[in-house]
């Protein structure tokens, strides 16, 4: 089945079902993620049958998708691994203890801010950024005080800012390949949504930390963190040794799978060369988890986390997104409506503002970023060059309404990975994740200002 068999209305009624199935299930009935999309699943089974298709073929639609996910599931489950192992050899806790002691918590946020988007940008990968700095400023933020939605959002911000104007982020050269421009006119473009966006968010987060009411018994309570940390586990300088190999390694674009291998075997070479325990400890901390002795209950809630098995959630989220977006691919309902809306548009703005929504609906749908930028891009380049749009406005726009709003998305792949990473659930942080949500805002409303050439940009009649 295509989206010839599937009207544009019927699309439209299946995707808002879905929706209201899924935010209902969230928000009303609290439940896990996971069970709305089986849900939906079921119900996208069901109307699949209604319109004639077999069984096997629906299958088919849902193990294609499930294998579309493959790479970022391997991702997941050595990031996971990662975190554990970097425990394990200490380089979080000395980097915790260092920021500890010269880092002050009215200053964190922006300063996390900050730090998150140069690293992303020198790496170009908000995943690295996010398991690296991004978990080691979560354990700054829990020993301060800080609320950690706050500390989230700041990390993600960051992050996701760095990996979208690096030029060696997957993602912004995969968006200047769909629009079929270069990757540096494509990032200049960006500029005029990303700076502004970021600038409010650097004066939220830094009014944000302003607010942080002093509170003289802290400094105690962090000498303690410090000390349960050093007792727990052998920290030093020569425990960083595994981070810079991966972020040097990343800034030579060797591909990220075998840049976290390698991560693994520094680091647990580093945890047993500084006396953190044998290859026997290291294979089980992997597995399950770093489990220290920590009398200090903020401290072991900082130290004992990561492992395969802390991925699980987030793997078996993202495959059942990834076998929803796989059958709603098989059933056209994607495809029907970036159809219909093409027959809709008839101007820059509404065209713009077309490609954020279809990116955002993608992006729901499916949790899957490439394929909200690879679907609403192939599906209206033609619009842009009927209407005389640059194709840089179509790649700004996939970046802005595609990328950044993965992490907004409870069962998406950012956003399943960065709630598993920090500790800190999706809706939770999503108020704070101001950068995420003012750059589409920013692009949707660029593109119904005023142009000279704004007579090109009609339909002839």
Known sequence: MNSDFIRFRTSFIILAVMLGTIFTCLFYLETEPHLPLILCIILLTLFGRVKGLKWSSLEKGMVRGIQNGIQPIIILALIGMLIAAWMFSGTIPTVIHFSLSVIQPQFLLITGLISCMFISMLVGSSFTTVSTVGVALMGIASAAGIPLEWAAGAVICGACFGDKMSPMSDTTNFAAGVAEISIMEHI?????????????????????????????????????????????????????????????????????????????????????????????????????????EVENEQAASILNRGGLQSMMWSISLIMIAFALGGLMEKLGVIQSLMNGLITKVKSRGQLIASTAASSISVNFSTGEQYMSILIPGQSLKPMYGKLGIPNRYMSRTLEDAGTLVNPLVPWGVSGAFFAQSLGVDVVHYIPFAFFLYLSPIFSILYGFLPSKNADSLKIAA
């Open 188 to 292: 200049r473009h960006m500029t005029k949504t990303t700076i502004p966006a970021i600038l409010l968010t650097a004066v939220f987060f830094f009014l944000m930390g302003r607010s942080i009411p002093v509170n003289p018994s802290g400094a105690g309570a962090m000498q303690e963190i410090m000390k349960a940390i050093s007792a727990s586990v052998n920290t030093g300088w020569f425990t960083l040794l595994s981070p810079i190999v991966v972020v040097a390694l990343a800034m030579f674009r060797m591909p990220i799978i075998p840049t976290l291998v390698i991560g693994l075997a520094t680091s647990g070479l580093t945890g047993v060369l500084a006396g953190n325990g044998d290859m026997t400890q290291f294979m089980s901390v992997i597995q399950n988890g770093t489990k220290f």
